[in-house]
């Protein structure tokens, strides 16, 4: 490998806002937000929308998608063809 044209890997913490969990990885990624960390340590912190603690297609919930109306909005706009 050529030296001086990767990123540098280090400990984050990546926080799922929706799960209200955060796991300590080795990523190249890097913010100006901290957290200190149960070891005692700080590390840099990224918050994400969605992880697999929150994904419905991990944790088995679904969501009610409502189609029919969506369905019949969109004939109302473009109307229906036969």
Same mark, same amino acid.
């Given at each position: 490998?050529?030296?001086?044209?990767?990123?540098?890997?280090?400990?984050?913490?990546?926080?799922?806002?929706?799960?209200?969990?955060?796991?300590?990885?080795?990523?190249?990624?890097?913010?100006?937000?901290?957290?200190?960390?149960?070891?005692?340590?700080? =590390?840099?912190?990224?918050?994400?929308?969605?992880?697999?603690?929150?994904?419905?297609? =991990? &944790?088995?919930? &679904?969501?009610?998608?409502?189609?029919?109306?969506?369905?019949?909005?969109?004939?109302?706009? =473009?109307?229906? &063809?036969?």
């Amino acid at each position: 490998m050529r030296p001086g044209i990767h990123p540098v890997s280090r400990p984050v913490v990546f926080r799922d806002r929706a799960a209200d969990i955060a796991i300590l990885t080795t990523s190249t990624v890097d913010s100006s937000r901290t957290i200190e960390w149960a070891d005692g340590n700080t =590390y840099p912190l990224i918050d994400v929308e969605i992880s697999s603690a929150s994904h419905p297609f =991990y &944790t088995g919930n &679904t969501r009610v998608v409502d189609t029919a109306g969506r369905v019949e909005r969109f004939e109302r706009r =473009y109307g229906r &063809t036969s």
